[in-house]
C-alpha cells in the first residue's frame, strides 16, 4: 500500500502565500513524478506542476511565476509554494504520484485525498 498526505490548505487573502505539502509513504520503490492538481467547484480537475525524478519540473500557465514545485533530498515529499495567491485559485488541490511500488514490483498512480485553499477577502 502506498498512501499520499496533504498538507497545508487554508484561507488566505488575496496577494497571499501558501505553502501546500505532500509525503508519500509505504511500499515505494523509486517515484518517477509527484504532481499536483486542483479542481475548482463546477471545473475539471487541471494539472497544477509536476515535477519528475530528475528536477524537471512543467507548470500551467495559471501559475507562472507565481508558484513553485520542489521535492525534498529523500524525493518523498513534493510542496507546492503559491504567492500572490488570487481568488481564482480556489480549489481543492490533490497531490498526486506515479511510481514504482514493491511487493509485487509494478508501476502505481497514486492520489492524496486533497486540501482546500480558499482566497478570499
Known amino acids: 500500500q502506498v498512501h499520499l498526505v496533504e498538507s497545508g490548505g487554508g484561507l488566505v487573502q488575496p496577494g497571499g502565500s501558501l505553502r501546500l505539502s505532500c509525503a508519500a509513504s509505504?511500499?515505494?520503490?523509486?517515484?518517477?513524478?509527484m504532481n499536483w492538481y486542483r479542481q475548482a467547484p463546477g471545473k475539471q480537475r487541471e494539472l497544477v506542476a509536476l515535477i519528475t525524478s530528475g528536477g524537471s519540473t512543467i507548470y500551467a500557465d495559471s501559475g507562472k511565476g507565481r508558484f513553485t514545485i520542489s521535492r525534498n533530498t529523500t524525493e518523498t515529499t513534493v510542496d507546492l509554494q503559491m504567492n500572490s495567491l488570487k481568488p481564482e485559485d480556489t480549489a481543492v488541490y490533490y497531490c498526486?504520484?506515479?511510481?514504482?511500488?514493491?511487493?509485487?514490483?509494478?508501476?502505481?498512480?497514486?492520489w492524496g485525498q486533497g486540501t482546500l485553499v480558499t482566497v478570499s477577502s
Open positions: 509505504g511500499s515505494i520503490f523509486s517515484i518517477r513524478t
Open positions: 498526486y504520484a506515479y511510481m514504482i511500488a514493491t511487493a509485487p514490483y509494478r508501476y502505481v498512480e497514486v
